[in-house]
């Protein structure tokens, strides 16, 4: 019997590690900044690693997207203008075009390839990369954020990787504060913010300090299930110009898989150990 062969991710610092079963070794890309693997699995479809840690699969990306977008679009009044800082692989910006409201989307990542290889192996992230709303610019998302006009954009997406190497510092005050200069006054930003279970006290605490103080009033954390990452719980924060978040308002979108108005409110209530 031929022996099966997986893709491993330890997560060193928890003790931990992830398995996915391997058909095959589809691709391998250095590029500047990382490297960026292509694999195809056994029950998961197609998997991207980046730097040996697990980016999307074709079977669960759909959790993290919409949950990524939806949210903070209903929660905002009007969005029109989005920029996504990273995101490369395409999957947030499909989402956020699915809203009639939105007129123009910057899509801000730093590495070109995680685009070019998501369009070539994961194409149904990319079906919106056409649409006459959709600007594509590779380029550093922290620079192009400091470079922007003074309360021009409705919604920032910080769409990044683990707040390591070339995306430590978008975890960090000066972005935050350049962030928060460039969003309207009803503007709303929405970051990753890793596992609530390993990573509260480390990252999820300190970005609402530091979105604080850089000058957002309200902020809120966000939760959802993400199976192929570290402890398969992960979450999102949210950061508002106004004092308090606007309620859900739900503008009629196409049928989604995972998100629903449900879902909004059930992903805000957060456990006791997170009060």
């Given at each position: 019997?031929?022996?099966?062969?997986?893709?491993?991710?330890?997560?060193?610092?928890?003790?931990?590690g992830f398995l996915l079963e391997?058909?095959?070794?589809?691709?391998?890309?250095?590029?500047?900044?990382?490297?960026?693997?292509?694999?195809?699995?056994?029950?998961?479809?197609?998997?991207?690693?980046?730097?040996?840690?697990?980016?999307?699969?074709?079977?669960?990306?759909?959790?993290?997207?919409?949950?990524?977008?939806?949210?903070?679009?209903?929660?905002?009044?009007?969005?029109?203008?989005?920029?996504?800082?990273?995101?490369?692989?395409?999957?947030?910006?499909?989402?956020?075009?699915?809203?009639?409201?939105?007129?123009?989307?910057?899509?801000?990542?730093?590495?070109?390839?995680?685009?070019?290889?998501?369009?070539?192996?994961?194409?149904?992230?990319?079906?919106?990369?056409?649409?006459?709303?959709?600007?594509?610019?590779?380029?550093?998302?922290?620079?192009?954020?400091?470079?922007?006009?003074?309360?021009?954009?409705?919604?920032?997406?910080?769409?990044?990787?683990?707040?390591?190497?070339?995306?430590?510092?978008?975890?960090?005050?000066?972005?935050?504060?350049n962030c928060q200069r460039v969003?309207?006054?009803?503007?709303?930003?929405?970051?990753?913010?890793?596992?609530?279970?390993?990573?509260?006290?480390?990252?999820?605490?300190?970005?609402?300090?530091?979105?604080?103080?850089?000058?957002?009033?309200?902020?809120?954390?966000?939760?959802?299930?993400?199976?192929?990452?570290?402890?398969?719980?992960?979450?999102a924060t949210m950061a508002s110009?106004?004092?308090?978040?606007?309620?859900?308002?739900?503008?009629?979108?196409?049928?989604?898989?995972?998100?629903?108005?449900?879902?909004?409110?059930?992903?805000?209530?957060?456990?006791?150990?997170?009060?």
């Amino acid at each position: 019997m031929k022996q099966s062969s997986y893709f491993t991710e330890l997560h060193q610092n928890a003790g931990s590690g992830f398995l996915l079963e391997i058909d095959k070794k589809i691709t391998e890309v250095v590029t500047p900044y990382q490297t960026i693997s292509i694999y195809k699995t056994k029950t998961f479809g197609n998997l991207m690693i980046i730097d040996d840690c697990i980016m999307l699969t074709t079977r669960d990306n759909f959790l993290y997207h919409e949950m990524m977008s939806h949210p903070v679009l209903n929660t905002h009044p009007d969005p029109k203008n989005v920029v996504i800082i990273g995101g490369g692989d395409c999957g947030t910006l499909q989402e956020v075009l699915k809203h009639k409201s939105v007129e123009q989307v910057w899509q801000v990542d730093i590495d070109e390839m995680v685009t070019r290889l998501s369009e070539e192996y994961f194409p149904e992230l990319c079906r919106a990369n056409q649409d006459s709303r959709a600007n594509l610019l590779f380029e550093d998302g922290i620079k192009w954020m400091k470079d922007r006009d003074d309360r021009s954009v409705d919604i920032i997406i910080v769409d990044s990787t683990d707040p390591i190497g070339p995306a430590e510092g978008l975890f960090q005050l000066p972005f935050y504060q350049n962030c928060q200069r460039v969003l309207r006054d009803n503007g709303l930003l929405i970051q990753q913010s890793e596992s609530p279970l390993l990573h509260f006290e480390s990252i999820i605490k300190p970005m609402h300090s530091t979105l604080k103080q850089a000058g957002f009033n309200a902020t809120q954390t966000l939760l959802f299930p993400q199976p192929v990452y570290p402890s398969g719980w992960w979450s999102a924060t949210m950061a508002s110009k106004a004092t308090q978040f606007m309620q859900f308002r739900q503008p009629g979108i196409e049928q989604l898989r995972y998100y629903n108005s449900g879902v909004h409110g059930a992903a805000l209530q957060l456990p006791n150990f997170m009060r």
